[in-house]
């Protein structure tokens, strides 16, 4: 399998630092493990896609070089269920929202 094609979890800091808040606002959590993630699974591939259409650029992908390699984990995605119930929290930053913004600040 190609790096491309690795499959993550990807959260705006945004989103982290709502979380990181919401944790800590938590007077006697039952739990003091918590998942900060979206649950939502996207491919490096997808990320790409997203920015180029964020730039307004239709490009061929083509993804060169070494595949992954032997320890990396090709599907890595967490499960917010936790924190979720424990805070009512849940991620309110879309990956094409993040990559706007990041974009933005690079052209500004």
Do not use: K
Not at 20 to 31: C, G, K, M, N, V
Not at 65 to 74: E, K, L
């Amino acid at each position: 399998m190609a790096g491309w094609n690795s499959v993550r979890d990807f959260i705006d800091v945004r989103d982290v630092v709502s979380a990181y808040l919401a944790i800590l606002d938590l007077e006697s959590p039952a739990h003091t493990t918590f998942n900060v993630c979206t649950g939502r699974a996207t491919s490096i591939g997808d990320v790409v896609r997203t920015v180029l259409d964020l730039q307004g650029m239709q490009r061929e992908i083509q993804f060169q070089g070494h595949p992954n390699s032997t320890d990396d984990i090709p599907f890595l995605v967490g499960d917010p269920t936790r924190l979720a119930e424990a805070t009512g929290w849940t991620a309110q930053q879309s990956l094409a929202d993040s990559l706007h913004t990041m974009l933005q600040t690079l052209h500004s």
